[in-house]
């Protein structure tokens, strides 16, 4: 089985500095990594996804995330932040049948004018 | 764009009694999953439906649940005879095919039990 760490509840960053949200994962299996994005009273968007190849991968809003496998992580990470940013941000992983997500906690990022 | 929706958004219901959340993947979809999230704590993967069955499920899909697809739009989640710990918000969630295909998820419903 998978399982997903966020290691920040709450991250608060003022407008135009640049954000990281942590993620890591442990699995036996080779898998596939995702990170959502949950806007108040609305379902989850995904942001952006790593399957294979290029370790850096990039999504929508400006966001991208580099997948390390020596460390198990998929972080997060735009150069600069606008208050429209501000919601809560998933990670989660798949083995490769897709059958089944694991989420992690959950990250709510706050963007301070 | 096509978007995943569930009704209603918001269920109250006494313990012990049957509840069914709906669900509309996008049409053209052909995996459908069901998710929970507990206010406050991670979102949970329920079961995933293929083929007009279940593909997979949590230890959390006990016999208590059931899901369907009644028609050629609607996917349902039925809790049977609720509990307390079954409140949460529901995400009903679809894919076109393999897991490289994006997941698009619904808005969710939230149901309380009281």
């Known amino acids: 089985a998978q399982s997903v760490t966020q290691l920040d509840s709450q991250v608060p960053v003022f407008e135009e500095a640049p954000v990281e949200l942590r993620c890591n994962y442990s699995?036996?299996?080779?898998?596939?990594l995702f990170w959502y994005v949950q806007y108040p009273n609305q379902g989850l968007q995904l942001l952006l996804k790593?399957?294979?190849?290029?370790?850096l991968v990039k999504g929508i809003n400006g966001f991208e995330a580099e997948f390390n496998k020596s460390q198990t992580s998929f972080h997060l990470r735009k150069p600069s932040v606008h208050i429209s940013d501000t919601a809560e941000y998933f990670c989660a992983v798949s083995d490769h049948t897709g059958n089944q997500f694991y989420f992690g906690t959950g990250t709510s990022l706050t963007v301070i004018p | 764009e096509p978007e995943v929706t569930q009704t209603p958004s918001h269920q109250v219901t006494q313990m012990g009694q049957e509840v069914i959340l709906r669900c509309v993947p996008i049409?053209?979809?052909?995996?459908f999953y069901w998710y929970r999230q507990i206010l406050g704590q991670k979102v949970e993967f329920l079961v995933s439906?293929?083929?007009?069955?279940?593909?997979?499920k949590s230890e959390i899909f006990d016999d208590q649940f059931s899901v369907e697809r009644p028609d050629g739009s609607n996917f349902t989640l039925k809790i049977r005879s609720t509990k307390l710990e079954d409140s949460a918000m529901y995400f009903c969630?679809?894919?076109?095919?393999?897991?490289?295909?994006?997941?698009?998820f619904g808005p969710g419903t939230r149901l309380t039990v009281l």
């Open positions: 969630a679809s894919t076109l095919g393999l897991v490289t295909d994006t997941q698009y």
């Open positions: 439906f293929y083929n007009n069955e279940i593909s997979e």
């Open positions: 699995s036996s299996v080779s898998v596939y």
């Open positions: 049409s053209n979809h052909l995996y």
């Open positions: 790593y399957l294979s190849g290029s370790t």
